[in-house]
Structures are given as C-alpha cells and as structure tokens.
C-alpha cells in the first residue's frame, strides 16, 4: 500500500513553503497555462475531473462554479480555511506546507470564474499557519503572481486573509460569509445561494481549501489524469486525517476507493497497544459510527460510505478500540454540539442542548431506560428542519451511537456506569 | 477609561479601510482592543470601539459574545486551552487536564491567584493526530503526557 501524491509530493520538503523552492517543484507553471486557457475550460476542466467539494458536503466543484450568473458582475472567491470539524486537521498541513499551491489555486480558480477578489477564511486559533499563509501572499504580490496585471497578462486577482474568532459554525459556508462581513456566524437561509447571492449579496463561491490546492494538478495533468486515480463517482485523490487509537495518526494523501482498513493498519500502523478495534467514525465527528465489522466492508469514497449509512464528510477518521466507552464519547460529542449551536434555529439550539442533557444524565448515573427512546425521538426532530447541516451533524452521531451499541448504554442506565471501564463518567464531563 | 493606543487606532483605521465593507473590521478590531486592554473585553472596550468606529455598540457587542476566541472575563498571563474533543479524549486530555488542574490548584476557567494561568477546557483545534495538545496564548503544544505539559507550564515566567 503506498499513498498516492498529487498534492502532497513535496510537502516533506521545508523550501517548498517558499516562492522559491514551489517554484523549484514546477510551482506556478500551472498558473501559466491556465491563463492561457479561455476560462470556460478550465471550469469545464474541473467539471469533467468529477472533484468534490473536499471540506465535508461532497458537491461537485464544478458544477457549483456553473451556478454563477453569466454577466460580467463581480464576484468573490473565498477559500474556506475555517477547518473545525472534530478529527479533522488536514487543511492545516496545507497551510503550512502549501502555502503556494494553495494560492495558485486560488488564482486559477479566481480567474475561470471571473473573480478579481478573493479572501481565505482561517480559523483564529490557527496563527501560525496563518502567519505562514501571510508570508507567501507577500512573496507572491512581490513578483506580481497577485494584484493588478498578473504575470503582465492583463488579469487582475487580489488576495487577502480573514481570521475566524472560534466558532464551529463558520465552517457552514453561508455562516463563513456572514462572519466575514463582520456579523456573528450565523448561516443564512438557501436559496439564494451563495453562487447567486453570497458575500455582501454578490455572486460567491466558497470553496474548501484541499479542494482548491486540487485544482492545481487537475490543470496541471488533465481531467482524464486526475480520474485515473480513484472511482467512477469519487474520482481523485484525498487528504484523511487518522486519529484516535492507531500507532501512527496523522495526514494521508490516498486515492478515494481504497479500503478503510488498509488507512487504518497499513498508514495508520494499526491499533495502539494490545487493543482490538471497536469503531470508526469515517468523515469527523458529524459521520455516523462505523462497527468494527463494518469497517472491514467499507472504502474512503463517498458511494461505499453512503452506502453504509454514513460519509466521507471532511476526511478524518477516527478510530475508537474496545477499552473506550461509547456512551461516555457520545457526551464529549453531545458536548460539542450544545456548545457550536449558534442559536438560530429552535430545533437546533433545544435539541442540542437536550441530547447534551440527556446523555449527562445517563453519565451521572440519573439515566432511566426511555431516556435512550427519548434521545433518539429528539435527534429524530432535529432532522432536515433547520437552516443550515449542524442540527443533523449533532443529531445523526446520536442515533448511530444508540443504534449500533444500545447495550452499553442499556447498561449504562440499569447499572450506573460504564460496560466497558467499569466506572462512572460523570466526573470526567467538564 | 479603556483607550486605545495611538498605534491601535491606526491598525483599527486600516482594518475599516481594508474590507470591502465598515462593518468587516469589527472581528479585527475586536483582537485588537483585547490584546491592548490585557487579553479580555469589556463594555468600556466596545463603547470605545463603537466611538472611533461608528458601528452601533449593539453590533458589535453581538458579534463580541458569540465568537469563543473574545474573553469575557480576564484570563491569566498564560491562557492554557486544553483540547477535550474526542480524537484528543481518546489520548488521554481529560486525564491531563486533571493533572494540571491538580498540580497548580486551579479550577477550569479561574484565573491562578498570581494571575498567570487561566486553565480551560475547549473544542477542538485541527491538532488531532497529535493528541493530546494544549494552546499556550497563540502556540500549539502537541503530543503532550500529563507530566511533559506541567513541566511546560512550570517553564513559563
């Protein structure tokens, strides 16, 4: 097993985050071609690659590029760097080993949609992949691959940075506009979309940050190259971010398709310690949870995981071994969603809290048997009746948890602590 | 009466001038009046930003109150944001947060006496094939064990 590296070949390299040494490794030569290429096929390009939005939802790249207006009004190009969702570390690694293919992707993206403004959304707590962002945008508008007459070739693209202030939600990508105009997160009703009315009501594409990095080898090789790595309907490749119980997480570029498993024991090096693996959740903590028997039928792209009830979601995989209690890890998730909610919704905001409440219950040893019945009615109602995804996100982890392991926490309940550690929780809940 | 520095006010002036709207300047703006009044806000920060503004002190106050990274209430020298999401739980967070809290006698969120540690507990940070981890003000702390963290924190002056 070996990962496949469209993106990632140079990223071990420390120069390659400088102009100088991206561009050692053929960096922006893919930004020559393209802005000899009419715009139209660049976005045809992208169409027939088949890439899919890399930060969680899976939209195809180019079809929502086609969803902008065909007149000549401005529009904006944002990159949406707000990487939050729990497992998920990926983008980083793009931050601070890319910086440039980022930024030519983005310039490349910017001009076959006609943009000549573009902002990249990164969440606060990440300053130093910022700062790194930061230095090569200046080392870019040195050289004149940003700004007024890129490459002397008449094309005018700017590029800035906003920073997020910590909040989940600015990752929903109506929530990352409404934080970038200066409001709080909070994501707005669709249609319109953002394709149509986005940033300030103008014509917006927001797209993930591995998603745009990826538009630089599809122009660079070709739409027929790129789908030579993955399936007929998750072509490419992708970034997963392994954590949890293995013996070796972190980031790994592989081709969509390949078996779960083989992320998990050959990259990942298997599970921690003498452990047995219990679960996985596929796509970041939003992923209904994968049995250890269903991990072995599962494949990282996102028809096999639909297939089995849950999604490729943003890419992090998170492996849980038999010492971990399932209810106890569903009150860290429960946690986070009560905390993220941003309120808007009211089947969002009660419902997260109560599911938080519920689950506590159970941990301080309070749980009554229809306490299970009633989380799951509640996560039931929170789905498909909200603005925006966060209320299914909490909802859906709920239902899979209590599905697929209802004896612990019947367990849980009748005895007052936990199957697995033999103890009760409700001292380890902050 | 909380001011700005000479200095804070022009970096707010460039922040209004920077976006394509006022109003985008209120996040920036926001950061930097916490770090002039000591790394929390208060109401006489967002008078003080409203006036040389001129956003309405409600705006801002709303967009103050939602975002985690804009303290309430003051924080120690040190803001130490320990990860308990559950990639980092998995590794061993919520043992390491004991073991901090323990070891410097402190709650989650309170202030130390000498006012240098302010120890909480938050969401996740993208550091999750390097749990656990702990933030230090701006810098990431990764791969901890309780042990390796105290040393790191009795490190700081």
């Known amino acids: ?430 | 009466m909380f001011q700005l520095s000479e200095e804070g006010l022009q970096k707010v002036q460039t922040e209004l001038k920077r976006y394509e709207s006022r109003q985008s300047a209120v996040i920036p703006a926001l950061y930097i009046a916490q770090k002039e009044n000591g790394g929390h806000v208060t109401s006489e920060v967002i008078d003080h930003l409203s006036q040389v503004m001129d956003i309405p002190v409600s705006r801002i106050n709303e967009v103050f109150k939602f975002y985690t990274m804009f303290n309430q209430k003051n924080v120690g020298k040190y803001h130490v944001q320990i990860c308990n999401n559950i990639s980092c739980v998995l590794n061993g967070s919520r043992e390491l947060t004991q073991h901090i809290l323990e070891s410097f006698h402190c709650k989650l969120n309170d202030m130390t006496l000498d006012g240098k540690l302010t120890v909480s507990s938050v969401e996740c940070l993208g550091a999750c094939g390097m749990a656990p981890m702990m933030q230090i003000n701006e810098d990431y702390h990764e791969n901890l064990t309780p042990e390796k963290a105290v040393e790191i924190l009795k490190g700081l002056k």
């Not at chain 1, 849980?320 to 106890?328: E, F, H, N, R, T």
């Not at chain 1, 899979?400 to 019947?410: C, L």
């Open chain 1, 1 to 430: 097993m070996k990962e496949v590296q469209l993106l990632t070949e140079h990223y071990s390299k420390p120069e390659y985050r400088t102009l100088k040494g991206y561009q050692q490794w053929g960096g922006y030569e893919t930004l020559k071609k393209a802005l000899k290429m009419p715009p139209q096929q660049i976005i045809d390009e992208v169409k027939n690659s088949g890439l899919r939005g890399r930060g969680g939802a899976g939209f195809p790249t180019g079809m929502k590029w086609g969803f902008l207006p065909k007149n000549g009004e401005p529009r904006f190009l944002l990159c949406n760097g707000d990487e939050g969702e729990p497992g998920t570390f990926k983008d980083r690694i793009i931050f601070e080993q890319a910086p440039h293919q980022l930024i030519e992707g983005m310039i490349i993206s910017g001009f076959a949609i006609g943009s000549k403004k573009g902002y990249i959304y990164i969440r606060g707590e990440y300053k130093k992949p910022a700062a790194i962002i930061e230095a090569a945008l200046g080392e870019a508008y040195e050289v004149g691959l940003l700004g007024k007459n890129i490459l002397g070739t008449g094309i005018d693209f700017d590029l800035d940075v906003y920073w997020g202030a910590g909040a989940y939600i600015c990752g929903e990508e109506t929530g990352m506009i409404s934080s970038l105009e200066g409001d709080k997160g909070q994501p707005k009703l669709k249609p319109p979309f953002p394709a149509v009315q986005g940033y300030l009501k103008k014509p917006t594409i927001v797209n993930n940050v591995e998603t745009l990095a990826a538009v630089v080898p599809i122009i660079r090789d070709g739409a027929t190259a790129y789908r030579q790595f993955g399936t007929e309907k998750s072509p490419g490749t992708k970034l997963f971010s392994l954590s949890g119980n293995v013996n070796k997480p972190g980031n790994y570029e592989v081709s969509l398709g390949t078996p779960l498993k083989d992320l998990i024991y050959d990259f990942g090096g298997g599970i921690k310690g003498d452990r047995q693996l219990k679960a996985v959740i596929p796509g970041g903590s939003s992923a209904p949870v994968l049995t250890a028997d269903e991990v072995l039928k599962a494949n990282l792209d996102y028809e096999s995981l639909a297939g089995l009830g849950t999604m490729l979601g943003s890419g992090a995989v998170i492996v849980i071994d038999d010492s971990q209690c399932m209810v106890d890890l569903l009150g860290v998730l429960t946690h986070f969603y009560s905390h993220e909610s941003c309120g808007q919704c009211t089947p969002c905001r009660e419902g997260t809290g109560w599911l938080n409440k519920i689950v506590h219950s159970i941990l301080e040893g309070r749980g009554r048997l229809q306490d299970i019945e009633l989380l799951e009615k509640v996560a039931h109602q929170m789905k498909g009746k909200t603005i925006c995804a966060l209320s299914d996100a909490a909802a859906l982890p709920v239902i899979s948890f209590i599905t697929k392991f209802r004896d612990e926490f019947e367990f849980y309940v009748r005895e007052g602590r936990s199957k697995v550690k033999g103890i009760s929780h409700a001292k380890m809940h902050h």
